[in-house]
Every structure is written in C-alpha cells, then in structure tokens.
C-alpha cells in the first residue's frame, strides 16, 4: 500500500511493474481494486509501471480525508490526479478511467494536454443525465442521507442495479460502498449528474479509446456515439456481453482492446466492435 499526503488528506494509490507510466482511475463507490487484474495483465507485459488511485473519500483515501464538499467534484479529482503526477515526477502519461474515473481522465485531458498522451474511457458517461435514474437521484443531499442513514435502503438498491451482474461484481461493490464516506457518495455523483463534456471533447486531439458493455444500465451505452461524434481521434469497442463491468465480464477481449491501444503508436480513426 502506498499514498502520498495532500490539502485534502490522504491519497492512496497501488502500483506494480517496469516501464512507461499509466495512470487508472475507478469509478463512483469502487475503488483501485476494480483495476487489480489489468494491472497484473499489464506489469507482465514487462512495458508499464501501472499506478491504480483512489479518488478522495472512496477506498483507502477515504480513511482520515480532510476534504471539503468541493473536494469530490470532476475537476478537484482531476487536480488530484495532476498532483499525484507531480509528486511522483510523472510528466505525461496515458490515463484511463472507469465509469466516473473515465469522466475525470476526459476532463484531465483536455485541462492538461501535455500531460495525458492518449485517454481510455469504460462505460463512462460524456452527459450526466445518461447515468441510471438511481444514481442521478444520489446526487441529491437530502435523499442521500436518508439513504445512508438507512443502510437497508443502499443494499436494496444495489441489488436492484447488480441483479444481472456476476458475483464478482457485486461483491466488490458491496464491500467498496461501506468505505465510502457520504460526503464523497452524493457529491461525487451529484457533480457527474450535471457535467456534459459534449462541446468540449471537440478540443481533445489525442488517441481517445472508449470501452462500453451494449448491456450496461448503470451508464448509457450511447455514450460512445458522443465520443464517436465529438471526438476526431477515436476507436470505439462495443463489447457485446458486457455491461457496466466489461473488464470483469469480458477480461480477454478487454485486455486486448486496452493492449492493442496502448501500445498502437500511431494516431488513427477507427470505430470497431470488439465482439460479435
């Protein structure tokens, strides 16, 4: 376990292998972990060094966080990124990010070109108002509370949202919501609810990947056609039997969608189907 200190408290982070940098970031109630056997995939190449953060007030960062309630919004975790970067004197890196964590590695790109060398996003929303109607209404103080005040309610919900979902998934989810603090629980989703980055991806001009499960119903899968259409360097994988978990769904064909970009040198326009 690793972390380095910051304003807003601790930063934990996991990192493994040799080589070139990339940077993954989860998604709202989850944690680094979600990342653990992409990371492993990826070390044994013998190319990367693969740091996985948790964001503040989820997984390890969560325990002894000074934040305040503006520390859990898109573009304070894109400032935690870029600080994490600067301390471990990472200059440029590919970023990648799952669900929210994809949404900051977006806005992280295009506030800090020089320092994102290409983004990945998986099942991650470009428009707010694509997520579930669950979790929209999280990002509501009041209705937030009474849920976390009633943790029945929260372990109904997931239940609901994860019924078609593996063991694995739920599991993880489960236990990654009990370290989650309830400042970062509605803050965090309440601020994604609102972002739309349709207008501003129009200035990203690096490689952009993104990753959608045609079965997922925590994010629209339709948000691929926004990156497809607004961003002028993109590939596209729909995976066919996934849903919002494509790397634990379909973990094959995912590493090699996410391999074959990382290491793809050159810039290229592609839109594909990464299964049938």
């Known amino acids: 376990m690793s972390s380095i200190v910051t304003e807003q408290g601790i930063l934990h982070y996991e990192s493994i292998g040799r080589g070139e940098p990339v940077i993954l ?5 989850n944690s680094w972990d979600v990342w653990r056997e992409p990371m492993i995939t990826l070390a044994k190449t013998g190319r990367y060094r693969v740091y996985a953060l948790d964001f503040w007030g989820f997984g390890d960062s969560a325990t002894g966080a000074r934040a ?5 919004r898109i573009d304070s975790y894109v400032e935690m990124v870029n600080q994490f970067m600067t301390v471990l004197g990472i200059q440029h890196a590919p970023v990648f990010g799952h669900s ?4 900051v590695a977006l806005q992280m790109a295009l506030s800090y070109p020089d ?4 983004v ?3 099942g991650s929303p470009v428009v707010g108002k694509s997520l579930n109607p669950f979790l929209q209404l999280a990002g509501y103080g009041s ?15 997931m239940r609901i949202l994860l019924a078609r979902d593996s063991k694995k998934v739920r599991s993880m989810i489960f236990r990654d919501v009990q370290r989650t603090t309830i400042e970062s629980f509605f803050r965090s989703i309440g601020d994604l609810r609102d972002t739309d980055l349709r207008e501003d991806l129009s200035h990203l001009d690096i490689p952009t990947l993104g990753i959608y499960g045609m079965k997922d119903n925590i994010v629209s899968p339709n948000n691929a056609k926004l990156l497809n259409k607004n961003v002028q360097l993109n590939q596209v994988a729909m995976m066919a039997h996934s849903r919002h978990f494509p790397m ?29």
């Open 25 to 29: 970031l989860h998604g709202w109630i």
């Open 68 to 72: 305040s309630s503006s520390s859990f």
């Open 100 to 103: 929210m964590g994809g949404t």
């Open 115 to 118: 320092s994102v060398r290409k």
């Open 120 to 122: 990945a996003v998986v």
């Open 143 to 157: 209705i937030a509370k009474l849920i976390w005040r009633y943790p029945i309610i929260v372990h109904s919900i």
């Open 248 to 276: 634990i769904d379909e973990p094959e064909t995912f590493m090699q969608t996410l391999g074959t970009f990382l290491q793809n040198n050159h810039v290229t326009e592609m839109v594909r189907e990464a299964s049938e």
